[in-house]
C-alpha cells in the first residue's frame, strides 16, 4: 500500500506492444519516415457536408489545428490538394481554395468531391453526411494535453454539428480519464 503513491498511469497502448514483434517495428518505421504514428481523427455529421456553413465549419477547424505548435500537420476537404489531368500534362490547386456560396457551385463542387477515389469514404462519406479531418501531431508531445486541446477547438468551432474522435491520441486521453476513475471504484474491491 505504502508504493501506491508510486503509481502511475501510462495511457500510450503503443508501449505495451512488444517492440521486437516485426510488425511493431514495421509500425514503428512507417512512424519515423512519416514523422509519427500519432493521428488524431475529427468526425464531423450534418446533414450534408457541402454547404456552406458546414465547410466554412470545417474550414475554421482545420486552420485552428493548424496553428498548434504540436501540430506537424492537418488534412480536410478545406485544406487537401486537387490533383487534375489536363490537357498537356497535371495541375495541382486546392480542392478548395475558398468556400463557396452559390448553390450550384456548391452541388459541383460535391459531385467533383465525391466522384473522386481519393476524397470520397476517405475525407468525406459516399452519402456527404461526414467528413473526417486527420491530424498528424509532431514527436514527443504530450498527446493527452494535444487531444484535449483538439476536442475543446471542435466543441468551440463546430457546435450544433455532432463530432466524432478516433485515433491514438484520443484513445490515450480517453483511458487517461477512465483509468483514475476504474481505479479508484476497484481499489477497494481488490483489498
Same mark, same amino acid.
Given at each position: 500500500?505504502?508504493?501506491?503513491?508510486?503509481?502511475?498511469?501510462?495511457?500510450? %497502448?503503443?508501449?505495451?506492444?512488444?517492440?521486437?514483434?516485426?510488425?511493431?517495428?514495421?509500425?514503428?518505421?512507417?512512424?519515423?519516415?512519416?514523422?509519427?504514428?500519432?493521428?488524431?481523427? =475529427? #468526425? &464531423?455529421?450534418?446533414?450534408?457536408?457541402?454547404?456552406?456553413?458546414?465547410? /466554412?465549419?470545417?474550414?475554421? +477547424?482545420?486552420?485552428? %489545428?493548424?496553428? $498548434?505548435?504540436?501540430?506537424?500537420?492537418?488534412? @480536410?476537404?478545406?485544406?487537401?490538394?486537387?490533383? *487534375? !489531368?489536363?490537357? #498537356?500534362?497535371?495541375?495541382?490547386?486546392? &480542392?478548395?481554395?475558398?468556400?463557396? *456560396?452559390?448553390?450550384?457551385? $456548391?452541388?459541383?463542387? !460535391?459531385?467533383?468531391?465525391?466522384? !473522386?477515389?481519393?476524397?470520397?469514404?476517405? &475525407?468525406?462519406?459516399?452519402?456527404?453526411?461526414?467528413?473526417?479531418? +486527420?491530424?498528424?501531431?509532431?514527436?514527443?508531445? @504530450?498527446?493527452?494535453? =494535444?487531444?484535449?486541446?483538439? !476536442?475543446?477547438?471542435?466543441?468551440?468551432?463546430?457546435?450544433?454539428? *455532432? $463530432?466524432?474522435? /478516433?485515433?491514438?491520441?484520443? =484513445?490515450?486521453? %480517453?483511458?487517461?480519464? $477512465?483509468?483514475?476513475?476504474? +481505479? *479508484?471504484?476497484? +481499489?477497494?474491491?481488490?483489498?
Amino acid at each position: 500500500a505504502y508504493q501506491i503513491r508510486n503509481l502511475e498511469i501510462e495511457p500510450d %497502448f503503443l508501449k505495451y506492444l512488444p517492440q521486437n514483434d516485426p510488425e511493431v517495428q514495421a509500425f514503428n518505421r512507417v512512424g519515423e519516415k512519416f514523422g509519427s504514428n500519432y493521428i488524431a481523427l =475529427v #468526425g &464531423l455529421e450534418s446533414d450534408d457536408i457541402f454547404t456552406y456553413e458546414t465547410l /466554412s465549419t470545417i474550414d475554421k +477547424m482545420t486552420e485552428a %489545428f493548424e496553428a $498548434l505548435d504540436e501540430v506537424k500537420q492537418v488534412n @480536410s476537404l478545406t485544406n487537401i490538394i486537387d490533383i *487534375k !489531368k489536363v490537357e #498537356g500534362g497535371l495541375e495541382v490547386a486546392d &480542392l478548395i481554395p475558398e468556400v463557396p *456560396k452559390d448553390p450550384e457551385e $456548391l452541388a459541383r463542387l !460535391k459531385e467533383y468531391t465525391l466522384s !473522386k477515389e481519393m476524397y470520397r469514404n476517405r &475525407l468525406v462519406s459516399e452519402d456527404a453526411r461526414y467528413a473526417l479531418i +486527420m491530424i498528424r501531431l509532431r514527436e514527443n508531445t @504530450s498527446n493527452i494535453e =494535444v487531444a484535449k486541446e483538439l !476536442k475543446k477547438i471542435s466543441n468551440d468551432l463546430a457546435a450544433g454539428h *455532432k $463530432l466524432y474522435f /478516433s485515433g491514438v491520441p484520443m =484513445v490515450m486521453e %480517453f483511458a487517461n480519464r $477512465l483509468i483514475p476513475s476504474d +481505479m *479508484k471504484r476497484l +481499489m477497494p474491491i481488490i483489498v
